[in-house]
Nanobody, 122 residues
Framework: QVQLVESGGGLVQAGGSLRLSCAAS????????MGWFRQAPGKEREFVAG????????DYADSVKGRFTISRDNAKNTAYLQMISLKPEDTAVYYC???????????????WGQGTQVTVSS
């Protein structure tokens, strides 16, 4: 069982930046590919970014490429999502997730956090 807790969300103006963190309560954090997803009001949850176990492979949704960076610190059991040049359409609840897949996947995640709200004002 893996518990994930996100933090770092908030209200920011368009063009601003935020860094989300995802703390995992497991001794085998390095065994999991980590991902970030988001869900805007009235929309389905969508994949944002994923990172492999050692951090050497990353994957991004086209809508965030060049603006968001996923990373992880396996010594701290934490994954991050650095977001810059934020747009109002980035407004959503952001979730982190853990997958046993060895490389980033967009669909197969077994554990989910409770989410953190990101609101970007225009």
């Amino acid at each position: 069982q893996v518990q994930l807790v996100e933090s770092g969300g908030g209200l920011v103006q368009a063009g601003g930046s935020l860094r989300l963190s995802c703390a995992a309560s497991t001794r085998t954090f390095i065994s999991y590919t980590m991902g970030w997803f988001r869900q805007a009001p009235g929309k389905e949850r969508e994949f944002v970014a994923g990172i492999s176990r050692q951090g050497g492979i990353t994957d991004y949704a086209d809508s965030v490429k060049g603006r968001f960076t996923i990373s992880r610190d396996n010594a701290k059991n934490t994954a991050y999502l650095q977001m810059i040049s934020l747009k109002p359409e980035d407004t959503a609840v952001y979730y982190c997730a853990a997958s046993p897949n060895p490389v980033p996947t967009r669909v197969r995640y077994d554990y989910w956090g409770q989410g953190t709200q990101v609101t970007v004002s225009s």
